[in-house]
């Protein structure tokens, strides 16, 4: 690779003598060439179709044409030299962008436990095995595809071929801590899948017998359970029902309920005839479950209730299940096999893409980029004897031979110190990532999966009310959005709490990518305006801030749409003004028709029509003999456009 990037004697791309003061002349055919390059050296930026020419389409040439003109210093533009070769980032604004949103330049790789045994003597030795002890100084595995931490920083890890559960006490101290590896249940065919609960509790995912079984604090085994297909992947939720999500290879997703010991009905998230192939699964506070699908090397995300249909999330490229390594955003990033998942408290979640031998992030508006990894061509010749393996190297961010490598990740987990955790197949090794950014804020999630325990103290977003404002004496449906399930109000303008009302079937809505739980109430309050209505949100241990009803933004007024009165009974025509604070009612005009049923308008003394004398939130219903319909009384606006804030037209 080093011959093409000489040329004439001067360092560039191969064909294009670079110099800045030629960058207007050169930059179509110098970029056209990085990025042909770039492909096998640099994973973030997109391939050109299939074709190998150095051509680019139009529109990027224009691109990158403009930026040599007119905005080497433009920060939406960059050129970033990385040894001999010039590398040209596309304008954030071009609709075929695939910028590195995170320049990972605080990342540090370093291996904790697995590769060949150790001691000088033995570096050309099998990495595989069944080695206990030190986890530095002298672990082996042999297949760690899972991993579950506990809340006292244990780590299970899923030891496939060794038919095992390993586990790691004091995970991530250094070599001569007191880091064991240990075996906790042997003898336990092709685990796939671990998990830990709230309460410690562990779960372990089996193919051969195809089953599910759990244990507690202490390892006594609480049940077992026979699967009915081949399991792929497991994750449990961290909240109060602890449910169970398990994958499996045909595609399908079941969701366990369970009580204690025991297992108990299963829901279907995802029938047959999906056509998924899941390589991994995690669950996130909000409901949300994402799911890695190596048939389309995508990720997809699921509402997590009964039938949901797979919303896809990043991955795929441009013809929905292109394999490749392309960061950027839908429809152009790209996986190679994604395997195992978990999600950040910021909502961002990490992947171990297998064939990319990397692990990526998908931060929370979908953007991936690379955590760390190499492209395999960079790698070079292994030379054991002298400690030289590709495809493992410890170290930090970048994309040369010597930055952090990695060779077949297939499970990440989120430590709540923000450490990630990652096992690798080819060497058996596990490892763990610091520097990671992470952001903190009132809409974070946190989450578990197949591959992780996350952190799940999140905070909560105040739920949304529609309509927030008015007075509404005949009753108004109160639409409510939120971001947990359990919802709780009052009307009188007292402060809400656990024992106050509940707003009923809240159901889950998918919305870009985040569930939203949906529900309503009947507000029917012949006393208080919504100023009176004070709601919240809480999640477990969680709780959002209070969503208080507002005054009226503007005047509205509000009257009977149409009522119906026997011979000889009274009818009063109810008016409702909604009114901005310190506003006074001075007066109100309006038309009175008065329609027979049947035959012709009968003559109406004008002394028979009067206005009552009524107290502010009085409220008078029809008097006398009425028609055997009901509601008999409707609001509406004057106007007789959408309903703002008044009484809804009913029945």
């Known amino acids: 690779m080093r011959s093409q990037l000489q040329s004439n004697g001067k360092k560039g791309i191969a064909g294009c003598g670079l110099r800045i003061a030629d960058f207007s002349k050169w930059a179509g055919r110098c970029c056209a060439a990085a990025l042909n390059l770039g492909r096998r050296e640099f994973p973030f930026f997109p391939k050109l179709g299939r074709r190998r020419s150095t051509a680019l389409p139009n529109h990027w040439k224009d691109s990158f044409i403009s930026i040599s003109k007119s905005a080497i210093r433009s920060p939406q533009s960059a050129i970033r030299l990385f040894g001999a070769a010039i590398f040209c980032a596309l304008i954030t604004d ?273 953007v991936v980029s690379t955590v760390y990894g190499v492209n395999s061509n960079l790698w070079g010749a292994s030379d054991c004897l002298e400690g030289i393996f590709a495809g493992w190297v410890d170290g930090s961010f970048g994309f040369t031979n010597g930055s952090a490598t990695g060779d077949a990740p297939a499970s990440v987990l989120l430590a709540p110190s923000g450490t990630i955790y990652v096992t690798e197949l080819h060497y058996d090794l596990l490892r763990e990532v610091t520097g990671v950014t992470f952001n903190t804020g ?56 656990t024992n106050s009302l509940v707003v009923p079937n809240m159901t889950t809505v998918l919305v870009n990518g985040h569930t939203v739980y949906e529900g309503s109430f009947e507000w029917c309050n012949s006393t208080n305006d919504l100023t009176a209505l004070k709601i919240f949100t809480v999640n477990g241990t969680n709780t959002s801030l209070i969503t208080n009803g507002i005054s009226s933004p503007t005047n509205y007024i509000g009257f009977a749409g149409s009522q119906v009165a026997g011979s000889g009974s009274t009818a009063v025509v109810p008016i409702v003004a909604n009114l901005q604070p310190n506003v006074t009612l001075a007066s109100v005009q309006f038309d009175l028709e008065i329609l027979p049923n049947s035959g012709t308008t009968p003559a109406i003394d004008s002394t028979t029509i009067s206005l009552l004398n009524i107290t502010t939130n009085d409220y008078h219903q029809l008097v006398g003999a009425v028609a055997p319909s009901s509601p008999f009384i409707q609001y509406e606006r004057l106007d007789g456009g959408n309903i703002l804030g008044l009484i809804e037209p009913a029945g």
Not at 160 to 187: E, Q
Request: glycine share 12%.
């Open 94 to 366: 071009s609709p075929l962008h695939a910028q590195v949103n995170y320049l990972e330049t605080n990342v540090v790789v370093r291996t904790i436990g697995g590769g060949p045994p150790g001691g000088a003597n033995n570096l050309c030795g099998s990495p595989a095995g069944f080695v206990d002890g030190n986890t530095l100084e002298y672990s082996q595995f042999d297949g760690p595809v899972a991993m579950a931490l506990n809340s006292q920083n244990t780590l299970f890890i899923a030891d496939k071929t060794n038919y095992s559960v390993r586990m790691v006490t004091s995970v991530g101290d250094t070599g001569s801590s007191s880091t064991i590896t240990s075996p906790v249940l042997d003898g336990v065919g092709n685990v796939v899948g671990v998990a830990v609960d709230a309460a410690d509790d562990l779960y372990v995912l089996t193919q051969t017998p195809n089953m599910l079984r759990k244990y507690n604090y202490s390892l006594n085994q609480l049940y077992a359970s026979v699967l009915p297909y081949t399991p792929a992947a497991l994750a449990v939720s961290a909240d109060s029902f602890t449910n169970i999500f398990v994958a499996f290879t045909n595609g399908i997703v079941l969701k366990y309920a369970q009580s204690g010991s025991t297992l108990l009905s299963s829901n279907t998230i995802v029938a047959s005839g999906s056509k998924l192939r899941p390589g991994g699964i995690a669950w996130r506070t909000d409901g949300v479950l994402a799911l890695s699908d190596l048939a389309n090397n995508a990720i997809y995300l699921l509402a997590g209730t009964n039938n949901s249909v797979p919303d896809l999330y990043a991955g795929g490229g441009p013809d929905g299940q292109q394999p490749g390594w392309v960061d950027g955003t839908l429809p152009y990033s790209e996986f190679n096999q994604p395997l195992g998942l978990t999600w950040s408290p910021d909502g961002q979640l990490i992947v171990a893409d297998s064939l990319n031998n990397a692990v990526r992030r998908i931060d929370a508006t979908g």
């Open 442 to 497: 009132t809409n974070a999630v946190g989450g578990t999966g197949t591959n992780s325990t996350g952190v799940t103290n999140s905070l909560l977003a105040p739920p949304t009310i529609s309509p927030s404002f008015g007075y509404f004496p005949l009753c108004q449906t109160i639409n409510v959005s939120s971001g947990g399930s359990l919802v709780y109000y009052t009307t009188d303008g007292t402060t809400p709490t």
